[in-house]
């Protein structure tokens, strides 16, 4: 394996030509060095969330372009279908954890680099294990799952009393995803492009089949596999739900699914088709996920380093006929409840939660009447139905300081009715309440914003 | 992004946490969306809504409908909500909890109405959904069939259907089927 360093160029030869030499499209503090080089090996933690077809690739492309300190975050096992794109895995390694065995994998391959697994579910690590890196890379193929990682990136963010984003506090996020021939890559600078919330409708609502037309009047492979999954399933197993990641609830809707296809001559049922329409999931190509994956790693290195301004900031490829890509800016809900700033407001630790209400009608920028508050997953104050109303009620002579656990600053949402072109509309707001005099807090803020 | 990045680490270990105000992960936008939804709900006085496990987890709700018209006049229906944290990407996936005779909902709970399914739209909203489950007590049709029997007598024969509906609520057998008291 050791070649003399002599006939062997450095493993780094292509990354040093970013990294060491000036050029004309580095970002404003890109400073060209070794240093910087050694730095992307031992300081970058990046976090590489799923391990499939994407994670894979990512996990090789980041550790070939020098990021030496990597964690890898699926809860999915191997299977047997996933062995011709996600590269890492073998035949023997079908029932593993995939993050435990691509970890393994790639520093078997690349010498110095260390990948730590976790083998769990993203919502079983605490926000501080997303705090701890500095980019987190994202390759995973559901809008629930994306949705929750910007949810926790976003949720880093501060902004100074002039709404402007605090630089050290925004968590970067490098989506990919892919369909078929078809992908997208995206830099999420929370504060600073839009967040994956902002755009959530660039992804199209899943198809549903009424449940009418399974029941009686299926045409398709995928009516006969939503029967059996939908229907059939809690019809045969009362009590037990559902697992789309068990293999053996997977088999029996392939079998149910593939009864009732021979029943009304539907041609078209097999199982993998069965796991995509299950669990929506287009059949993946594995040079799509190799052109995405690149194009992330890029990026990703281009945040660290600043060798290069980043895309910005939506990259889409085409790749079903000819080859089409392009980039767009997509630009920010400036009202958005995840990665918006918000309103400031700035109230005395003795306001009860009502008088806080009258502060919010009596508010230039908010003018917000018949308000609801919610804090943390907790509902301060509901005016409608009757059931919380009363539950609710109460509350509204307690100091709203002490309603939000004596912090001195906090992110609420408030809901009600505001004027907007001589017109009642219901809105939805969130507000950066701050207390006075509370820890000197407010002080360091303000000192911060200038 | 390094530098700040070893900066920020050195700081963390530092401080170690001194401001006591660590991040906490928000709430979801769904979750958001769902808050506005039930904070302005506006029943009829037939729909009822309940929190079985209290005021702070709306994603989480059941409603009762009492039919005030209609074959099902004087029957007490049960559905569950169960609402993602994507909703309103997502609809809301609802069940009906009561054993009921109607075409339009299978004997395990299943409902077939457009909205929960093939026309769910974000602008729609908890309101509309509940609305849309009254509406399939006083107008069932069959034209959308997930119960095929009953969908088949109320077109053959509404009399037989009224009657056969009257059973199964007073708690009684239709067919093969039992079917508990839910007046
Ligand atoms: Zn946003």
């Known amino acids: 394996m050791a070649e003399s360093a002599a006939t062997q160029p450095s493993r780094s030869r292509d990354l040093d030509k970013l990294l060491l030499r000036p050029g004309n499209l580095v970002g404003p503090r890109f400073e060209p060095s070794a240093q910087l080089r050694d730095d992307v090996q031992n300081h970058a933690r990046v976090l590489v969330v799923g391990a499939g077809g994407l994670g894979c690739e990512l996990l090789k492309d980041l550790a070939l372009s020098g990021f030496h300190n990597l964690d890898v975050i699926d809860m999915d096992r191997i299977e047997v279908t996933n062995l011709n794109r996600q590269f890492l895995f073998r035949v023997e390694d079908v029932g593993k954890p995939k993050a435990e065995v691509a970890a393994k994998r790639v520093m078997e391959r690349i010498s110095g680099v260390n990948i730590v697994p976790h083998f769990c579910r993203i919502e079983d690590k605490d926000i501080d294990f997303y705090n701890d890196f500095m980019i987190i890379a994202l390759g995973l193929d559901s809008v629930e799952a994306r949705s929750y990682i910007n949810n926790v990136a976003c949720s880093f963010l501060e902004y100074d009393s002039d709404d402007n984003p605090l630089e050290e506090t925004i968590k970067p996020m490098v989506d990919g995803g892919t369909e078929g021939f078809k992908g997208h890559a995206r830099v999420i600078l929370p504060g600073v492009t839009p967040c994956f919330e902002c755009t959530i409708w660039l992804f199209p609502p899943q198809v549903k089949f009424p449940l009418c037309t399974l029941a009686e009047t299926p045409r398709t492979a995928a009516h006969c596999i939503e029967y059996a999954h939908l229907i059939k399933w809690n019809e045969a197993h009362g009590g037990t739900a559902f697992d789309p990641d068990n293999p053996q609830h997977m088999k029996w809707v392939y079998d149910e699914a593939a009864k009732r296809a021979e029943l009304f001559g539907i041609p078209g049922v097999t199982y993998s088709f069965t796991q995509g329409v299950v669990k929506n999931i287009i059949p993946a190509i594995a040079s799509t996920n190799a052109i995405i994956s690149a194009a992330c790693t890029l990026e990703t290195l281009k945040i660290a380093t600043e060798c290069s301004k980043t895309m910005s900031n939506y990259l889409t490829y085409n790749g079903s006929e000819g080859l089409h890509t392009k980039v767009a800016e997509f630009e920010r809900d400036k009202d958005c409840l995840v990665c918006g700033p918000g309103v400031l407001i700035e109230v005395d630790t003795s306001v009860t939660l009502q008088k806080f209400m009258n502060l919010l009608e009596e508010h230039p920028k908010l003018q917000l009447t018949k308000a609801s508050i919610t804090h943390r997953g907790k509902n301060l104050y509901m005016q409608a139905p009757p059931v919380l109303e009363e539950m609710t009620r109460s509350n509204l002579c307690l100091p709203l300081f002490e309603l939000m656990g004596k912090l001195s600053k906090d992110v609420i949402h408030v809901n009600g009715m505001t004027n907007k072109n001589n017109q009642k509309v219901s809105c939805l707001r969130k507000l950066r309440v701050t207390f006075k005099g509370v820890d000197g807090v407010t002080d360091m803020d303000t000192a911060g914003g200038a | ?183």
Request: some cysteine.
């Open chain 2, 1 to 183: 992004m390094i530098k700040l990045f070893k900066v920020k680490e050195k700081q963390r270990e530092l401080a170690e946490n001194a401001s006591g105000g660590a991040p906490v992960k928000k709430q979801s936008a769904g979750e958001l969306r769902l808050h506005k939804d039930i904070s302005e709900l506006n029943l009829p006085k037939s729909c009822t809504i309940q929190f079985p496990n209290g005021k702070d987890d709306l994603m989480n709700f059941e409603v009762t409908i009492r039919p005030d018209d209609g074959y099902y006049l004087g029957g007490i229906f049960l559905f569950s909500f169960q609402v993602s944290p994507i909703y309103p990407h997502e609809a809301p996936k609802v069940k009906c909890k009561t054993k009921v005779y109607h075409p339009n909902i299978d004997l395990e709970g299943n409902v077939c109405l457009n909205i929960l399914r093939e026309d769910w739209k974000p602008v729609l909203n908890i309101n509309t959904v509940i609305y849309g489950l009254y509406h399939l007590f006083t107008e069932p049709n069959y034209e959308d069939p997930l119960n095929h029997d009953a969908a088949a007598m109320l077109r053959e024969n509404p009399k037989l259907f009224e009657s056969n509906v009257r059973r199964a609520m007073a708690g009684g057998y239709v067919g093969q089927t039992f079917f508990p008291r839910c007046i």
